[in-house]
Nanobody
Framework: VQLQESGPGLVKPSQTLSLTCTVS??????????WSWIRQSPGKGLEWMGV???????YYNPSLKSRTSISRDASKNQFSLQLTSVTPEDTAVYCC???????????WGQGTQVTVSS
C-alpha cells in the first residue's frame, strides 16, 4: 500500500488548506480500513485531524471539527482534507495514513509541508 499527499505548500492566512492523498494498491472503499489525516508541527507533536471510513463516514478531532472536512473520490482512490480559516498555527507537516480495524496507522504517506503565511 502506498499513500502520497499532494497540494500547495503555502497558504495565506484565513484561506482554506486543501490536500489530497492518493492511495495505491488498496481500495479506500474497503470497509475493513479507514483513512486518516495527521499533522505534526514543531513543539506540538502529532495531532490527529480526522478519519474517513471505507463506508464513507467521517469523524474529526473535536478541537478542529468546526474547520475540518474529509472527503473522498472513490473513482480516483483519493481522499482529501480541507481546513478552513487557517492561521500560522496551522503550519505543519501533513500526513495521510491507512488505519487498521484495530485503530493502528500501518501505512503512511511521506508527508507534505504546509506553511501558512502572507
Amino acid at each position: 500500500v502506498q499513500l502520497q499527499e499532494s497540494g500547495p505548500g503555502l497558504v495565506k492566512p484565513s484561506q482554506t488548506l486543501s490536500l489530497t492523498c492518493t492511495v495505491s494498491c488498496q481500495s479506500i472503499t474497503t470497509t475493513y480500513y479507514a483513512w486518516s489525516w495527521i499533522r505534526q508541527s514543531p513543539g506540538k507533536g502529532l495531532e490527529w485531524m480526522g478519519v474517513i471510513h471505507g463506508t464513507g463516514s467521517s469523524y474529526y478531532n473535536p478541537s478542529l471539527k468546526s474547520r475540518t472536512s474529509i472527503s473522498r473520490d472513490a473513482s480516483k482512490n483519493q481522499f482529501s482534507l480541507q481546513l478552513t480559516s487557517v492561521t500560522p498555527e496551522d503550519t505543519a507537516v501533513y500526513c495521510c495514513a491507512k488505519v487498521t480495524s484495530s485503530g493502528r496507522c500501518d501505512y503512511w504517506g511521506q508527508g507534505t509541508q504546509v506553511t501558512v503565511s502572507s
